[in-house]
């Protein structure tokens, strides 16, 4: 039996990151839980302190088909490479022709760019063949756009 999940992302700065990732993937803010017009309803109901207001941020698939990610605020700085990231899948595949598929990416890694990501490196096949791009988010955050 599946069950549901969500991503969570440690940062420092949850909106930026949620605003950040949200044009990253299409994705749109959250809304607030059933019942309420906003999240700001929803933390005065819950008790929230105004204070921990901007401790966390979520977006979601505008289709309601793809998983939600949160992004939780925490006081430390990201120290080490992350295990586990995110790739952006925006050439295709390699079935597409490759100067389609680089094309795509490289379009993506400039709207990324814009946003406030960054590129580490561009990854080649042996033959020379362009293949994807490793970038960071706004916290230095790995993650690949293929």
């Known amino acids: 039996m599946t069950v549901n999940w ?6 420092r700065s949850p ?16 809304s607030p839980p059933a019942g309420f017009a906003s999240w700001e309803e929803w933390a005065v109901k819950m008790g929230v302190p105004e204070e921990e207001w901007d401790d ?3 977006i979601e698939d505008p289709e309601g088909i793809r998983p939600r990610i949160s992004f939780l605020k925490v006081p430390e700085p990201k120290t080490v490479k992350n295990r586990v990231h995110l790739d952006i899948q925006a050439g295709g595949g390699r ?3 490759q100067e389609i598929r680089w094309a795509r990416v490289q379009e993506t890694v400039a709207r990324l760019l814009a946003a406030g990501g960054t590129v580490r490196s561009e990854v ?13 988010d706004p916290e230095d955050n790995e993650f690949c756009v293929v």
């Open 56 to 58: 966390g941020a979520a």
């Open 95 to 97: 079935a597409e022709p």
């Open 15 to 30: 909106a930026a990151m949620a605003a950040f990732w949200a044009t990253a993937l299409g994705y749109v803010e959250a």
């Open 6 to 11: 969500t991503l969570t992302i440690d940062c």
């Open 124 to 136: 080649f096949r042996d033959d020379g063949t362009p293949d994807h791009v490793v970038m960071a």
